[in-house]
């Protein structure tokens, strides 16, 4: 009889086909290959539950995690607890935007937050993270690019119109230095000078131009390293700069040249305010150089229907008196400086040589750390590997 009936079924099984048995997915799983951070807290508002990418922003792990409650990773007055608080009194779902994430072992980065009750557990919710920084480094740096292309149209009139004329002042003024009295010397002697730093200033503007760039595979090391070498050798020889460097990285796709200048610029603004800080009777000046690999960001590339990720970052930070926060979001604005004798360009320039290689560049400051992040393409071939 058994066999009969195990025979039945083999003829059915042959004849419709099988279906295999699913199990359900696990929730845990799931939730752990999120890419944006998920928390569960419970009504004493105890951590339950943390993914990874939750793990990797609060620097703590899951089994360190559930010890602590959420007041004891963020900042007690963080507008995260009383967003939490608002959705379990109330059971429903919370959102808020522009929150910023501060804690003990936390990089103040901005998020966007939802917070959703859980019906099936009284008390319990469960926070949604976003990354906003990313998005809002994206905005400011569309406002840098604007920036930069009011400079362009400004530089392209002063090269037509303004050198030509001022080569003729400097000239007259040459002829007069030799038949005038030697008391009125001083005056010719000025207006020569005069014209030469007015010269000097429209060939600094004439670099925000648009010029066609060749690109290539650049070793971003070798760029990094060049310049550290230039940097001791002039206008940080008094500093320590040290190096972190993550060897596995593929190369960059862009020019060199303009890499160099990109990197040595912000090492030389980094030393200028180190300087400054010495002057006041710091010590300890260092800037540190590093590189990593980082996934999940992509951005348009200039010129192009095309998107690319840029998972190559550079970083540059010092030790010094930070950036003044009225500076900080104008800071890669054209004419902004914060140097008594400074004009303001270098930092647009870096903005727009960053932004023609497709990069991103986010800037977080406080007194005693300045940081200068740069996210850049990697080199096409270098991506098919």
């Keep these: 009889m058994k066999g009969a009936i195990s025979r039945g079924r083999l003829a059915l099984v042959e004849r419709f086909g ?24 419970d009504a004493e508002n105890h951590i339950r539950y943390a993914n990874q990418a939750a793990e990797q922003v609060l620097g703590l792990s899951l089994s360190q995690l559930v010890h602590l409650r959420i007041g004891d990773v963020v900042a007690a007055d963080s507008p995260l607890l009383l967003l939490v608080e608002q959705a379990r009194r109330h059971g429903i779902t919370i959102s808020d935007h522009d929150l910023m994430l501060e804690g003990p072992r936390l990089r103040p980065r901005a998020f966007a937050a939802q917070v959703a009750p859980v019906l099936e557990e009284p008390g319990h919710v469960v926070l949604t993270l976003l990354d906003s920084s990313a998005a809002r480094a994206l905005d400011r740096q569309r406002l840098f690019r604007n920036g930069a292309r009011s400079v362009t149209g400004m530089a392209s009139i002063l090269a037509h119109e303004v050198k030509n004329p001022l080569s003729g002042i400097r000239g007259a003024a040459q002829l007069l230095e030799g038949s ?22 429209v060939e600094r503007m004439e670099v925000f131009g648009d010029q066609p760039v060749e690109r290539r595979a650049v070793n971003i090391h070798r760029v990094l390293e060049h310049v550290r070498r230039l940097a001791h050798s002039g206008f940080a020889a008094h500093l320590r700069i040290t190096e972190s460097y993550d060897p596995s990285l593929p190369p960059v796709w862009g020019n060199r040249d303009q890499l160099v200048q990109v990197m040595l610029n912000l090492v030389k603004n980094a030393a200028e305010a180190l300087t400054d800080e010495s002057a006041d009777g710091h010590d300890g000046g260092e800037i540190a150089l590093s590189t990593a690999y980082q996934h999940g960001l992509r951005a348009a590339v200039p010129g192009t229907d095309q998107r690319r990720e840029l998972p190559l970052v550079v970083t540059v930070r010092d030790n010094g008196p930070g950036i003044p926060a009225n500076i900080q979001p104008h800071l890669f604005e054209p004419f902004v400086t914060t140097k008594p004798t400074g004009s303001g360009l270098g930092l647009a320039l870096v903005a727009k040589i960053v932004g023609e290689h497709g990069g991103l560049m986010e800037v977080e400051s406080r007194p005693g750390r300045t940081e200068f992040r740069i996210s850049l393409p990697v080199a096409p071939e270098a991506e098919g590997e």
């Design 180 to 201: 005038v009295a030697a008391e009125d010397r001083e005056l010719t002697v000025l207006i020569r000078d005069e014209a030469d730093r007015i010269k000097a200033l």
């Design 18 to 41: 099988a279906k295999p048995e699913r199990s359900a997915p696990d929730p845990a799983a799931t939730l752990g290959a999120l890419p944006m951070p998920v928390i569960t807290l």
